[in-house]
Nanobody, 126 residues
Framework: QVHLVESGGGLVPAGASLRLACVGS????????MGWFRQAPGKEREFVAA?????????YPPTSVKGRFTISKDNSKNTLYLAMNNLKPEDTAVYYC??????????????????WGPGTQVTVSS
């Protein structure tokens, strides 16, 4: 079973950019979709982006992340990425990557994902 680990988080000022990575180890990522979620203190886990692991089609929620965040993948490196631009204080959260056996166009809820990384903290100062 693949083990997912996120990296790339940190403390940045508003307007900065970060690139998160999610590396799968122990096995090749075998999924229909991979996704990114985030969870701020006291809030529910929120869908950020998903990608079809084989075709590369991407999906974003109709929220403020669309147009600022970009999900991508490198199957040869067993790695998922999330590029985040023009970060805002409200983007502060723990960011998680996850694997889904559902198709990417329907995998938008945490319950659609069956394997998660431990998360990486992103803090955006105002």
């Amino acid at each position: 079973q693949v083990h997912l680990v996120e990296s790339g988080g940190g403390l940045v000022p508003a307007g900065a950019s970060l690139r998160l990575a999610c590396v799968g180890s122990g096995a090749t990522i075998n999924a229909n979709a991979m996704g990114w979620f985030r969870q701020a203190p006291g809030k529910e886990r929120e869908f950020v982006a998903a990608i079809d692991w084989w075709e590369g089609t991407t999906y974003y929620p109709p929220t403020s992340v669309k147009g600022r965040f970009t999900i991508s993948k490198d199957n040869s490196k067993n790695t998922l990425y999330l590029a985040m631009n023009n970060l805002k204080p409200e983007d502060t959260a723990v960011y998680y990557c996850a694997r889904s056996s559902f198709s990417a166009h329907v995998a938008i809820m945490p319950g659609h994902f069956d394997s998660w990384g431990p998360g990486t903290q992103v803090t955006v100062s105002s």
